[in-house]
């Protein structure tokens, strides 16, 4: 795949992620300059399928189907949605069109609403031919912006591990837990959560992960495992309750995790079971810290609990599970008796209370409106 930073300007002393092992990308444009390649996270870890998206459709059902997945990436890849949108038909009717069918394809990540709407800011006013130009660099730049981004997380975090490390006399592993893949996987670069780990580990820093399973789509043990793997970060994947008992047990030093949507009160939105990984950190005394790149934070929810839409999936995705047989073949088995009742709700939201703080771009915020605002004061009111 062709780098998607190869047009952008902003990212000219950023590297696109960790130089340790094999790098990847998980969308670029195609060669041909205007298609869009994306990694199918839905084939992964047991096959890395390229897959080339030339439509609007394409890049509504990719995030829809979770080919992509991850807060910033689904920002990324509806932004490339309305380039490819504009290739098409650069019409006001179809800008429109398009940012409708793009915002329905997944309600939780408020990144998704962000690129859309910054596309149409940037390209409402243009004539049609500027337009379908415009488009492309914009997307670009929302990439590219991204890959920089996750980058300062990293730096802002990085401390935090590196403080963890001095404090071990003996020199012990720094043991970080997270949930769910908010890695490279789920953005252009870097990852959020991930980042500080990257880095870390870069800096010769001996960094372990506890992967969370992450049931029901298994993100930590399908994606993040493969992502930390081929970076060479040691890591462990284990089943989604147990967490609790490594806290207890002194096997954690620091939970870090994404989030789909920050409310500008500090409650963070993020895969279903980060709340009961919190509740079990400040039982037990653990840092537990959420990074996020600023286009995560929605300013006009004051109320994350109350007001951000948790998004409820098909009941497939708990009921069904897929993996490699010894032979190879990857086969879906059922798990529950038939027509048993199932509920799949996707995120929860874990309270501001819970949260030791923000990891962001600019810095560490305190989870709270003026925490977020004396970081941010050109969007929040402390
Ligand atoms: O349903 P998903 O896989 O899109 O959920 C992803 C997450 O919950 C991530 O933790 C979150 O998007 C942060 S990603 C940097």
């Known amino acids: 795949m062709t780098s998607a930073t190869t047009t952008a300007t902003t990212t000219a002393t950023i590297p696109e992620g960790p130089s340790t092992g094999a790098p990847f990308h998980t969308i670029a444009l195609a060669e041909d300059g205007w298609a869009v390649d994306i990694l199918d996270q839905t084939l992964l870890p047991h096959r890395e399928v390229t897959v080339r998206m030339e439509t609007l459709e394409d890049a509504a059902h990719a995030i829809f189907s979770m080919q992509v997945r991850g807060a910033p990436l689904i920002g990324a890849t509806a932004a490339y949605g309305m380039a490819l949108a504009m290739h098409a038909d650069a019409s006001d009717d179809n800008l429109d069109a398009a940012a409708k069918t793009l915002v329905a394809t997944r309600p939780t990540a408020v990144n998704l609403a962000w690129a859309v709407d910054e596309m149409r800011r940037v390209l409402g006013s243009l004539g049609a ?18 890959i920089a981004i996750n980058h300062g997380i990293g730096t802002s975090g990085l401390p935090l591990l590196e403080e963890i490390a001095a404090s071990k006399t003996g020199g012990e592993r720094v043991n970080v837990l997270t949930h769910c893949n908010a890695g490279i996987l789920a953005t252009v670069g870097w990852g959020t959560a991930t980042a500080p780990i990257y880095l870390a580990h870069e800096k010769g820093l001996d960094v372990h ?174």
């Not at 031919?129 to 991204?146: L, Q, S």
């Not at 939201?349 to 600019?362: D, F, N, W």
Request: charged share 25%; net charge negative.
């Open 129 to 146: 031919n500027a337009r379908r130009e415009a488009a492309y660099v914009r997307a670009t730049e929302i990439a590219a912006e991204d």
């Open 209 to 382: 992960v506890w992967v969370d399973e992450t049931r029901p789509r298994n993100q930590g043990a399908s994606l993040t495992a493969w992502e930390l793997g081929r970076h060479g970060v040691p890591h462990t994947v284990i089943a989604d309750n147990t967490g609790g008992h490594l806290m207890q047990q002194g096997q954690v030093d620091i939970c870090i995790t994404g989030t789909d949507r920050t409310a500008a009160n500090g409650d963070v939105a993020n895969k279903i079971g980060t709340y009961l990984k919190a509740l079990a950190a400040q039982d037990n005394g653990v840092p537990f810290y959420v990074a996020l790149p600023s286009p995560t934070i929605d300013w006009t929810i004051t109320d994350g609990i109350k007001d951000i839409p948790i998004e409820q999936r098909a009941a497939e995705e708990v009921s069904w599970i897929s993996g490699r047989t010894e032979a190879g073949e990857v086969e879906r088995v059922c798990l529950v008796p038939a027509d048993t009742a199932v509920a799949n709700y996707a995120f929860d939201v874990t309270p501001a209370r819970l949260v030791t703080g923000l990891i962001t771009e600019r810095g560490i915020a305190e989870a709270s409106r003026g925490g977020l605002a004396k970081l941010f004061p050109e969007y929040g009111k402390a």
